[in-house]
């Protein structure tokens, strides 16, 4: 690749790369593997849905304490 890199004169470099990679072999998980990767994500989870319990709710608050706006469309002249 090196090689190629210095032979050709029109590589983009950063340019992003559309390919795809095939790989002969599996990977094989344990049963204590899957388990520990099960309870890692209910963990991830429950972490994200508490967050998400814990911030205070804005938006109607938001709606609520602004005042209303017409508003017009591009076809209103």
Not at 64 to 69: A, I, K, L, T
Request: aromatic share 6%; charged share 35%; net charge negative.
């Amino acid at each position: 690749m090196a090689v190629h890199y210095w032979e050709e004169s029109e590589i983009e470099v950063g340019k992003p790369v559309n390919c795809q990679v095939v790989v002969n072999h599996t990977v094989e998980l344990t049963e204590e593997e899957k388990e520990q990767a099960r309870q890692d994500a209910i963990a991830k989870l429950r972490d994200e849905e508490a967050s998400k319990m814990r911030r205070p709710s804005q938006s109607k608050k938001a709606t609520e304490n602004r005042p209303q706006v017409e508003q017009r469309s591009l076809f209103d002249f």
